[in-house]
């Protein structure tokens, strides 16, 4: 079975710009979480969302937005890109997003902003 | 806000050494997860741990969850170069959501063969 997938895998932008990142999670799993993981730190939480549904968003601005599709795909959207917006940015997918259950991540978007 | 801190932010070792890498959260957690990150990679799920004072071992690696639940330790027995990665571990948020999970900045570990 394919694993959490996402695209593009590295992108290069300005700042001001907008970049939309994509996910598809494994089959079967409805819940979508993106995390921000800055070099030298952890995952930081950005959003969840269940059946297409936001359940949460971490402490991000409101230039993040995602949404979750009914194949249970997802785009995260960033607006007016900061340099400070440069990190990986990783999708996890899970059955249905609580805590108990492990998140399965992809490989990531690489994002620098010149 | 919650918080989840590692210790050490690095270790080198030599192959064959041990190693050890501790977590400590401001509140208790109502279980706890470890991820391992390659260079390179992505975090990569390794274990959770549920109930007050549990001990999970795979292979070389020991895991424990504290009889507080605020804090864990993963032991690698005989360090190996395949251990190489950042490991992390990750609890829910205290705020009560349930399903947000708060990472600690992880333990880069390096081995030399």
């Known amino acids: 079975d394919a694993g959490v997938t996402q695209s593009p895998t590295h992108l290069i932008k300005t700042r001001g710009q907008h970049v939309t990142l994509r996910c598809s999670p494994i089959?079967?799993?409805?819940?979508v979480s993106w995390y921000q993981q800055v070099l030298g730190q952890g995952p930081q939480f950005i959003f969840q969302y269940y059946e297409k549904e936001e359940r949460g968003r971490g402490n991000f601005p409101d230039r993040f937005s995602a949404r979750q599709f009914p194949n249970y795909s997802s785009e995260l959207n960033v607006n007016a890109l900061l340099l400070g917006d440069s990190a990986l940015y990783l999708c996890a997918s899970s059955p249905s997003g609580i805590v108990s259950q492990p998140q399965h991540f992809g490989d990531g978007t690489r994002l620098s902003i010149l | 806000g919650q918080q989840v801190m590692q210790i050490p932010q690095y270790q080198h070792v030599q192959e064959g050494e041990d190693f050890t890498t501790y977590c400590n959260s401001s509140?208790?957690?109502?279980?706890i997860q470890w991820y391992k990150q390659r260079p390179g990679g992505h975090p990569v799920f390794l274990i959770q741990?549920?109930?007050?004072?549990e001990v999970k071992k795979q292979k070389r690696l020991t895991f424990q969850f504290g009889e507080a639940k605020k804090n864990s330790s993963l032991h690698i027995t005989a360090t190996q170069t395949t251990d190489v990665g950042t490991y992390f571990c990750a609890g829910p948020d205290s705020g009560g959501s349930n399903y947000k999970l708060t990472f600690g900045k992880g333990t880069l570990l390096t081995v030399n063969p």
């Open positions: 089959s079967g799993h409805k819940s």
């Open positions: 509140t208790t957690l109502s279980n």
């Open positions: 741990l549920v109930k007050s004072g």
